[in-house]
């Protein structure tokens, strides 16, 4: 080898070495978002590196659950919060080319954090839509146009400022990010009467696996079925919704009602099981159940709350309930007349006297250290299985079920009109969680008694398969453990989560991105080429 060729060699070898440990990956991926997105714009300014002071600030600020927000929990190499909808696109671009594996986060709800955290692949990064939060109200069609990152309070505020009689049936907390929540399907107090979130979708906008933007039209009707129900993470980049506004009365009625076990709780319960899927559809009492002390003593009993929202004034409300649910013995003077914006802070959480305006703040109301899973109930558990569960709750520190009741418009939609396949049978859905405050806590602990209160509970619910709501998101019931997994595998939470249609998921999804890009723990996955 001759001396120039050493040198230019030496000199090659140097020139890479160099290029190597001086571009990291957020220099790449910045240099490829102006390539394909906008030249100029200071992308910087959007990126939070690790070594950003700001990184744990933005990294936590829209993380719900506490669990995954522990230092042990693998982070993101950055953060990129993009400001366009071009961004997003190239960012989609940028990772695939660069093989960066990504995870897109709008509000952060996740259950197993599987929008900002990532167990099986590192490095990973995180594109966080908190900027694109944009929400269009059209009165006169009847319509909205609302963007991924805005909270379904946002939502329900701007419709609520351009009219007091529209409104929108999703979720119950207001801090729930748009595009991770409809995705999944989004009840709340009005699905008796109106279904779910994703019932009332009428188009949407996504960045595809190529970074192209797709709406109804051009995705077609087999990805936009899968879009509305099938769960985030799985077959693009939801940018926008359009959703239908449904009609609310100027006057809607709440209540919460409390029974303990010495106050024939038991009974009581029981009974609502036979009623409440049945009763009149503008009528939405869910039973929130937790342990609590008699009157003020140490002996522990059952709190079982009955909490609920009547589309329409309270004189009507204690009729209805006179002929269906005597047993409760509601009487005007636990009813409360509001307006629909206020009956959706009210179910939230919120004190009485707080305005509405506070939804504007976009941030989660509290935040815990947390658990769940989820339960579908076709017929009523016995007054025996009833005194089991309570025996089970009074072990447990801080544990809480919701009790959901369906029908009503649900029973309406087949089991096939979108992916959530949890309609006409189904009389209920419980939802267990366990809660707990301190880092320190013993985590297992908490978890453990869940697991063994689930598997107390098979006996009584919804079987082969048991049913689970996609969006109270449950890593026990199976994950994907390589970036390609096997149909056999996925479906141990697949046919879970969807049903019959879990098939068809897989089928869009090989169809859209076969080469599996999307994904997660829990993501649908493609088959095989
Ligand atoms: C306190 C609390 C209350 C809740 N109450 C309700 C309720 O009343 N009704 C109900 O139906 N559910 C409820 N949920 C569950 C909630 O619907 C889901 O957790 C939902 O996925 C949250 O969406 P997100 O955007 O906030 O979450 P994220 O954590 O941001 O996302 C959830 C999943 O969707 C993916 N994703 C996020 N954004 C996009 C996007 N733009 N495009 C594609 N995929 C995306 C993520 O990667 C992740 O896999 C509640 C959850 C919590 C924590
Ligand atoms: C942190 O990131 C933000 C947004 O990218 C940027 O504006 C800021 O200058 C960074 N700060 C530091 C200390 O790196
Ligand atoms: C507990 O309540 C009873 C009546 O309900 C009352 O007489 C008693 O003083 C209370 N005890 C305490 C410690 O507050
Ligand atoms: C729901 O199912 C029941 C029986 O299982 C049936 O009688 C009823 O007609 C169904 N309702 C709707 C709306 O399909």
């Known amino acids: ?83 366009t909808e071009s ?84 979720g119950l907390c207001t801090s ?32 595809d696996v190529n970074g192209r933007i797709l709406d109804r039209k051009s995705m077609g009707e087999d990805l936009f079925w899968a879009i509305r129900g099938g769960g985030g993470g799985s077959f693009g980049i939801l940018l926008w919704w359009k959703i239908k506004l449904v009609q609310v009365p100027p006057t809607v009625t709440v209540f919460t009602v409390p029974r303990t076990l010495q106050q024939g709780g038991t009974k009581l319960l029981h ?16 039973v929130i159940i937790q342990p609590s002390n008699v009157g003020n003593t140490t002996k522990r009993t059952i709190t079982t709350a009955y909490n609920a929202v009547y589309l329409g004034g309270a004189r009507k409300l204690v009729e209805v309930m006179k002929k269906s649910f005597p047993e409760l013995g509601l009487t005007a003077k636990d009813c409360q007349e509001t307006s629909w914006i206020k009956s959706v802070m009210y179910i939230a959480g919120y004190p009485d ?74 009389l209920y859905k419980i939802q267990y969680v366990t809660l707990w405050q301190d880092e320190k806590e013993n985590a297992g602990k908490h978890i453990d008694w869940l697991r063994n209160l689930y598997n107390y509970m098979g006996a009584y619910v919804s079987k082969s398969p048991r049913e689970a709501y996609v969006n109270y998101r449950d890593l026990d019931l199976g994950m994907n453990t390589k970036s390609r997994t096997s149909f056999k595998q996925a479906s141990n939470w697949g046919y879970r989560y969807f049903k019959g249609n879990f098939k068809r998921l897989v089928q869009i999804k090989t169809k859209v991105d076969p080469g599996n890009f999307f994904r997660h723990e829990q993501s649908i996955p493609p088959l095989p080429y």
């Open 353 to 426: 006297s707080t305005p509405p305006e506070v939804l504007l703040q976009g941030k989660p109301t509290f935040k815990n250290y947390f658990k769940a899973k989820s339960d579908f109930v076709r017929e009523p558990i016995p007054v025996a299985g009833l005194r089991g569960l309570w025996e089970r709750m009074m072990q447990e520190e801080s544990p809480l079920m919701i009790w959901n009741p369906y029908g009503g418009k649900m029973s309406s939609f087949s089991e096939s009109d979108i992916p959530f396949p949890h309609r006409n049978g189904t």
């Open 87 to 170: 961004h997003v696109q190239a960012a989609v671009i940028c990772a695939k080319k660069l093989n960066i594996h990504l995870r897109v986060r709008s509000g952060g709800h996740d259950y197993e954090g599987m929008s900002y955290v990532s167990e099986l692949e590192t490095p990973f990064i995180v594109l966080d839509l908190a900027k694109l939060r944009a929400i269009n109200v059209n009165i006169k069609s009847n319509t909205a146009w609302i963007q991924a990152g805005a909270t379904i309070g946002e939502v329900y505020y701007r419709i609520y400022q351009k009219s007091s009689v529209h409104g929108f049936p999703a």
């Open 1 to 83: 080898m001759s001396h120039l060729a050493i040198i230019t060699s030496l000199l090659l070898l140097f020139l890479l070495s160099s290029s190597v440990s001086s571009d990291s990956t957020e220099e790449t991926f910045v240099r490829c978002l102006h390539v394909n997105s906008d030249k100029s714009f200071p992308f910087d300014a959007s990126i939070y590196t690790q070594n950003n002071a700001s990184f744990t600030t933005v990294l936590d600020s829209l993380a719900q659950n506490l669990r995954f927000c522990v230092p042990s929990a693998p982070k993101p190499s950055f953060i990129f919060r993009p400001t």
């Open 271 to 286: 009974r609502w099981q036979e009623v409440a899927p049945f009763i009149d559809e503008n009528l939405f009492i869910r």
């Open 176 to 207: 729930l990010g748009v595009g991770g929540h409809i995705t999944g399907g989004a009840y709340g107090s009005m699905m008796r009467k109106f279904g779910l979130g994703a019932d009332n979708v009428l188009d949407a906008r996504i960045v």
